[in-house]
């Protein structure tokens, strides 16, 4: 917390580490980090427009954020990119924990700019005539893991990508199984999916 200089990475995770620690972390991280992953502890997040307030995060091709507890992230993170004219490639991914209406709620916020949408996606303009943002469920089911403290928590996992306007439908990835895994692996491998 008190080193001065600046942390050189590339990938740098974050596993159950109070807000306050990966906001300084963060904003002490050189240019050039490719990726960010999130994991913090319990009955924390509270600081995440602090984290999306860091360069570095802006500028990062790839973050997440595992077991998030509000319903908020999707369309904060979807409004820097826009105003950030982010480009083409970068992803958020986000596992909420608590069946939320994160996917309604960005419905409603960016109602004005939706292109296409259905229950499992939606996709958005941006302010840059040749990209979109494209929000996707993880599942078309909630997943349920009781293996926490004993609680029946609820799981629902989300993909934003900044993409090519010219990207047709056709192209989607209709297997979501490799991009969850990449942020919850677990979630296949303990069966927890069903």
Known sequence: MNYTGEIPAKNIRFYRCDDETVVTVLQKLSNGVESIKLRWRENEYTYVDDVLAVSQVQKAKYWHMELYK??????????MWINKNSQIGFTFQVSVLFADDSFEEFLKIFAERIVSKSDKRVRIRTNNPDRHILLERGFDDVV?????????????????????????????????????????PWVYYNNYHY
């Open 70 to 79: 509000q319903s908020d992230s999707l369309h904060k993170v979807a409004q």
């Open 144 to 184: 349920r893991i009781d293996r926490i403290v004993g609680i029946d928590y609820q799981l629902q996992i989300f993909r934003l990508m900044v993409i090519s306007v010219e990207m047709e439908e056709s192209e989607y990835d209709e297997n979501c199984k490799e991009w969850i895994c990449k942020m919850s």
